[in-house]
């Protein structure tokens, strides 16, 4: 090679690694500078709208996945900007130590809409989740002294990432590296009503928890007559019925909260991802057993309860009535209705707007398959997982269910 082509080719290489940067920034800044704990696909989302998204390349996606079922009302809800706008230019954030109006009324909301009696805002699931441990096992040292510390929780379920909620998870998967763990916690296996007394008898037992779909587990629901049986040996023996709602909640299955389908009340509920429709928000509600468990510095969080994220979960509180959890449970029921029985469908599980999807080809295929025709939709374990936003509309919902069904069948080809 002469030394002009060698030139050429350097110019030309430089040419393509400009050009790559420009494309790609994100893309590079984000491999170069982010720690790797998520498999990313190699999108960028640059605006949403309703159910809408858009990449950087101007291609358009129907998503139904919500960012993980956080999203309640879709991307940019009209009356959710304005109210985190208003509170934007109003009063970002103040210390706890004093009070600021929106936590207070959106607290109301939550009692009211719930029957609990008080509420701790916090930032996330996992943190929603370790209030209720720390709420429950404090209720049981009140009562009962330091040995009552013990929290049952469900084979295959998820918690958080915390070390204390990575260890309620009841899958050993989540249990390496990073021990040592906090103690006090055993897995019950769920749904088998025989296995109840062997687990919730032992005596350290302060607390059950469980989620009323096991969410990251695979869009499994807990059987009627098991949950029943638990919250009743529960309630006999003064063990506390704590419900995570971090995935099922605020609407996502067609009630406020999942545990309204079983008929029960439980002690303490979690709840995070939907409730302020995109802000980072999580909240512990505790009932009348345990309202006055947490006293004056027993527990705290520097943002929790913060105006702005408040600001939106009120937006999206308030709103989620009768009529939209109505409309919850038909959306659910027609993409049911729409799936059932096709070719390459296996088993459809979950409630409203979660659901759980087998199918004959692998789970992985059927995401990326979909992504290429402009549909975003999740996993969980070895099913596809919809949590749609909960104002998705019915076209929006049948151009996915098609790209679904299309991509099963190209697949199975
Ligand atoms: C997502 C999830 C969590 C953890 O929530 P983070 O906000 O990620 O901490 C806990 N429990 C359940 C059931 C969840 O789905």
């Known amino acids: 090679m002469g030394i002009k082509q060698v030139n050429e080719k350097l110019v030309a290489h430089i040419q393509d690694v400009v050009k790559a940067t420009e494309v790609e920034d994100t893309q590079q800044l984000d491999t170069m500078y982010i720690a790797h704990t998520y498999g990313r696909q190699p999108v960028e989302f640059i605006q949403g709208k309703g159910s809408t998204l858009i990449d950087t390349a101007g291609k358009t996606y129907i998503d139904m996945s919500s960012g993980i079922g956080v999203t309640a009302f879709g991307f940019c809800d009209q009356q959710w900007q304005s109210s985190v706008i208003a509170q934007v230019k109003a009063l970002n954030h103040v210390s706890n130590l004093y009070y600021t109006s929106p936590q207070a009324k959106l607290a109301e909301i939550l009692c009211h809409k719930t029957g609990m009696k008080k509420v701790f805002f916090c930032n996330s699931g996992a943190e929603a989740n370790e209030c209720a441990i720390k709420v429950a096992r404090k209720y049981s040292y009140d009562s009962y002294g330091p040995n009552r510390y013990r929290v049952v929780t469900l084979q295959n379920s998820f918690h958080g990432r ?16 990073y021990g040592p763990f906090p103690e006090g916690f055993s897995y019950m296996p769920p749904n088998d009503i025989d296995a109840i007394p062997n687990y919730l008898g032992d ?7 469980m989620e009323s779909i096991q969410g990251e587990g695979g869009v499994m629901p807990l059987d009627e007559a ?4 638990v ?4 309630h006999d023996h003064d063990i506390l019925v704590i419900m995570d709602e971090v995935q099922t909640g605020n609407g996502r299955t067609g009630k406020l909260y999942g545990y309204e389908h079983y008929g029960i009340k439980p002690d303490i509920v979690s709840t995070a991802k939907g409730l302020a429709g995109g802000l980072p928000m999580g909240a512990t509600l505790l009932g009348e057993k345990v309202e006055h468990v947490l006293q ?7 943002f929790g ?3 702005i ?13 009768d009529t939209m959890l109505q409309s919850v449970c038909e959306k659910g029921q027609y993409i049911k209705d729409r799936l059932m029985g096709q070719e390459g469908i296996l088993s459809i599980s979950g409630k409203g707007l979660m659901i759980g999807i087998e199918t004959v ?4 295929d059927v995401l990326a398959a979909c992504l290429e025709k402009g549909v975003v939709l999740l996993s969980a374990k070895q099913k596809v997982r919809l949590l749609p936003a909960l104002t998705i509309s019915y076209e929006e919902i049948d151009i996915a269910i098609d790209a679904l069904l299309e991509s099963i069948h190209e697949l199975q080809r």
């Open 361 to 364: 080809v692998p789970v992985k």
């Open 305 to 307: 309860g913060n105006p």
């Open 309 to 321: 994220c408040a600001a939106g979960a009120i937006s999206i509180m308030s709103r989620i009535d």
């Open 226 to 229: 098991f949950v029943k049986a």
């Open 231 to 234: 919250v009743d040996y529960a």
């Open 296 to 302: 004056v510095g027993d527990h705290g969080s520097t």
């Open 203 to 209: 005596e350290s037992v302060c607390a059950i928890m």
């Open 162 to 177: 915390t070390l204390g909620t990575l260890i309620a998870t009841g899958q050993d998967v989540f249990h390496q590296y």
